[in-house]
């Protein structure tokens, strides 16, 4: 039977000398299975594509929009912001959010329900696209009653339904417009 063959190799680390002129005790770290099984396992996925997809489906359907602001500017215009959405997978408050586009008023912006759709602060105008919207719910039954059809809460309102694509016209603050 061979005896495994250990190979001494010269160390090129040298510890740092103290101030006394001796080297110190030092010696590297060493990694241990104690060491080892604290560690997070890392999880790797690898995503293929054959050659047989097209890309149209591997694009999934966006919605356009377009936020419309309360008041006039001071070139005689309302200020327009726009953003896209892939369609189905987001709310309205949500797009807004994201995109940093102002939903509230200011009694809103202290006192809203964080997209509950239990305060009726985050009230929106659908001027164009109310067809690729979902229904109104029973939430936005309850508050918008008595207001316009074309108005919904941002909270309550899906933007598209994952198969459609199209363009959303939205005027923010409706009840400021004059």
């Known amino acids: 039977m061979d005896a495994p063959m250990h190979t001494s190799r010269p160390s090129i680390f040298k510890p740092p000398k103290t101030s006394h002129g001796h080297r110190n005790n030092y010696s590297p770290p060493t990694l241990s299975m104690s060491n080892m099984s604290k560690r ?5 996925s690898f995503a293929s594509l054959s050659s047989e ?6 694009q999934k359907p966006q919605i ?3 936020f419309i ?11 327009v912001d ?12 949500t797009i807004m959010a994201d995109n ?5 008023a200011t009694y809103g912006k202290v006192m809203n329900c964080g997209g509950g759709g239990s305060c009726g602060t985050c009230i929106v105008e659908i001027l164009h696209g109310k067809d690729i919207l979902n229904e109104r719910t029973d ?30 016209v939205v005027q923010r603050i409706p009840q400021w417009k004059k």
């Open 100 to 104: 940093k586009i102002e939903l509230y």
């Open 64 to 66: 356009e929009l377009e």
């Open 139 to 168: 939430a936005e039954l309850r508050y918008l009653k008595k207001k316009p059809k074309s108005w919904r809460l941002a909270c309550q309102t899906i933007v598209g339904n994952k198969e459609n694509s199209g363009k959303v």
């Open 40 to 44: 997070k396992p890392v999880l790797v």
């Open 69 to 79: 602001g309360p008041k006039v500017g001071n070139d005689g215009s309302y200020p």
């Open 53 to 58: 997809s097209s890309s149209s489906e591997l």
């Open 82 to 93: 726009r953003a896209r959405a892939v369609s189905g997978e987001k709310l309205l408050r």
